[in-house]
């Protein structure tokens, strides 16, 4: 299998999956570590950093933004800027397809006196940025949008005021950003979440020593909030593997024929942990093992063997903690037996691609009954046989589709082809190489697959 990530690939079934892998470092925490590393008093060492271009494009604008940032191996030093603050950047501070990256730079650059110009790839630059700017604006920071509240953006920072904010979303990203932003605003920022989104930003910042409070709510999400002014001291980070990249190789062990597959150093945080609760709820051979400690987080080891999967209704309380891995949930419900029901995913409507749609026509191009529904999706799953295969999936520039559907295209019953997994090297560059020491076998293909 190439390693080059680029072009056409194709799946075709395999006899066996089995074997066991490291799973990648986690993207989320990825991002926040370099960005708190970036804005600490002295030096920090980061291990486990993902090496991905969203990543690699954070930790890019850290350095454009005064961090001194050096890599040796699989260790990162990062200098921070401390007390000296951010420096003007020279030119624009370019993310790429880094949605996580973008939004939450936003905020850890508004409580500085620099003003900034971020861009991105055609992808990022059509997903929406006016849920973080608006917030940002309240506590005093300046931001030009362009037409639909989308990059490029023009933000200018300084002097902040706290505020009292509900995301109208549940979105992670929005709340980090106004978390970051108030690190640097006078007073006390408090959060009210609509329900409990991912907390990475939370536990990395008191790793960090700031001091972050929550609170549960019964009937809502929790409160956080966070005294500005605080310091953020230098630290040894280590980052916890990605569940969202495991649950690939977890889903290939599930759907194959014959096998089972061992994924080590998952992180295992209850924000994050939807996918292995819905999968279990199918009827899925999934088992804990061991597991160890990382920065904030606890991870474990996931063992995984072929199943027979039964469709159900997913509870929208879990969507929130398996946002990242509905389209390759979906690959599953279309090996179940059965209806399987999302609802309450409408966040999916403004991902890498609009992926309702993009997972409604990856199914419905391998021959699986699919109903798009506004907020969700139905599978009319095939059972143990799986779906017929065959198709060429458009992957919308989506890291997530094209490794769903090459993920589907190991158990299906034709091949399946995408039309381009240039953009897998966003998230999980090692996807290909992965896959292939499981017995997968994916390769690339001409462009008239």
């Not at 960005?35 to 060492?45: F, K, L, P, Q």
């Not at 953006?153 to 995301?167: K, W």
Request: proline share 5%; aromatic share 4%.
């Amino acid at each position: 299998m190439a390693s080059n990530l680029g072009g056409h690939m194709i799946a075709r079934a395999a006899p066996v999956i089995r074997g066991s892998i490291e799973a990648p470092g986690d993207k989320s925490c990825s991002h926040r570590a370099l960005m708190m590393a970036a804005v600490a008093d002295g030096r920090s060492t980061i291990r486990g950093l993902l090496d991905a271009d969203d990543v690699l494009a954070t930790a890019n604008a850290m350095a454009a933004l005064g961090a001194g940032v050096s890599r040796e191996g699989d260790v990162w030093r990062i200098e921070g800027v401390g007390r000296d603050g951010m420096h003007q950047p020279e030119t624009p501070l370019d993310f790429g397809n880094s949605g996580t990256g973008v939004r939450l730079t936003f905020g850890l650059a508004a409580g500085y006196p620099i003003s900034a110009e971020f861009v991105g790839d055609a992808s990022l630059s059509a997903r929406p940025m006016e849920r973080v700017l608006a917030p940002l604006r309240e506590m005093g920071a300046q931001a030009e949008a362009s037409a639909g509240g989308r990059l490029p953006v023009r933000l200018s920072g300084g002097r902040l005021r706290s505020i009292r904010f509900a995301p109208p979303q549940a979105s992670a990203q929005v709340k980090s950003a106004v978390l970051l932003a108030g690190l640097k605003a006078d007073g006390v920022t408090v959060i009210e979440e609509k329900e409990a989104t991912r907390d990475h930003t939370e536990r990395m910042l008191r790793a960090f020593g700031v001091e972050v409070e929550v609170s549960q709510r019964d009937g809502a999400g929790p409160v956080v909030s966070l005294l500005g002014g605080q310091t953020l001291k230098g630290t040894e980070a280590v980052i916890p593997g990605d569940p969202s990249s495991a649950a690939f190789a977890i889903a290939a062990a599930l759907i194959a024929r014959d096998g089972g597959v061992e994924v080590r150093n998952v992180m295992t945080n209850p924000t994050r942990d939807g996918f292995f609760k819905a999968a279990a709820a199918m009827g899925a051979d999934l088992r804990a093992g061991v597991g160890g400690a990382a920065t904030g987080e606890v991870c474990t080891s996931w063992r995984a063997g072929p199943s027979a999967l039964k469709g159900i209704d997913l509870d929208p309380a879990v969507v929130a903690s398996m946002i990242d891995e509905l389209p390759i949930f979906a690959v599953l419900a279309a090996f179940a037996e059965g209806r399987t029901r999302v609802t309450g995913a409408q966040e999916l409507r403004v991902k890498e691609s609009d992926r309702i749609k993009a997972i409604c026509a990856m199914l419905e191009a391998n021959g699986v009954g699919v109903e798009e529904l506004e907020d969700g999706f139905v599978v009319h799953g095939c059972g143990p046989g799986g779906p017929p295969g065959g198709g060429r999936v458009e992957t919308r520039h989506d890291h997530r589709i094209a490794m769903s559907a090459l993920v589907m295209g190991g158990a299906a019953k034709a091949p399946v082809a995408v039309d381009d997994v240039s953009m897998i090297a966003t998230s999980y560059r090692d996807f290909p190489e992965h896959m292939a020491s499981l017995g997968a076998r994916i390769e690339q293909c001409g462009n008239d697959a």
